[in-house]
C-alpha cells in the first residue's frame, strides 16, 4: 500500500510563486505514476500534471508554461512549482500516485491554495 502526505499549500497574491510537496510512503517501489489534481469549488477534479517514474511529464493546457512537476530519483517526494499564479488556480490540490503491482490509485488529504487578485 501507498499514503501520500501533501504540504505546501496557502494563500498568496495573484503572480506569486508557490511549491507543493508529496511525500511518499510505504510501498513506493510499485509507484508507476504521480501526478497531482485539483478541485475547485462547484468543480470537477481535473488533472494537473503528472510524471512517470521514467520522469515523462503531461501538462494540464491551463498550467503549462507555468507549473512544473519534478521527483526525486527514488520518486518518494513529488514536487509541483507553480508559478505566475492567478485566481483561477484557486482550488484543494491533491497527490495521486498509481501503483502497477496492486492496480491501484492513490490520493492525498489534499492541500488548499488561495490566489487572490
Known amino acids: 500500500q501507498v499514503q501520500l502526505v501533501e504540504s505546501g499549500g496557502g494563500s498568496v497574491q495573484a503572480g506569486d510563486p508557490l511549491r507543493l510537496s508529496c511525500a511518499a510512503s510505504?510501498?513506493?517501489?510499485?509507484?508507476?505514476?504521480m501526478g497531482w489534481y485539483r478541485q475547485a469549488p462547484g468543480k470537477q477534479r481535473e488533472l494537473v500534471a503528472t510524471?512517470?517514474?521514467?520522469?515523462?511529464?503531461n501538462y494540464a493546457d491551463s498550467v503549462k508554461g507555468r507549473f512544473t512537476i519534478s521527483s526525486d530519483n527514488a520518486q518518494d517526494t513529488v514536487y509541483l512549482q507553480m508559478n505566475t499564479l492567478k485566481p483561477e488556480d484557486t482550488a484543494v490540490y491533491f497527490c495521486?500516485?498509481?501503483?502497477?503491482?496492486?492496480?491501484?490509485?492513490?490520493w492525498g488529504q489534499g492541500t488548499q491554495v488561495t490566489v487572490s487578485s
Open positions: 495521486h500516485a498509481h501503483s502497477i503491482l496492486y492496480s491501484k490509485s492513490y
Open positions: 510524471i512517470t517514474r521514467g520522469g515523462v511529464t
Open positions: 510505504g510501498s513506493v517501489f510499485s509507484i508507476a505514476l
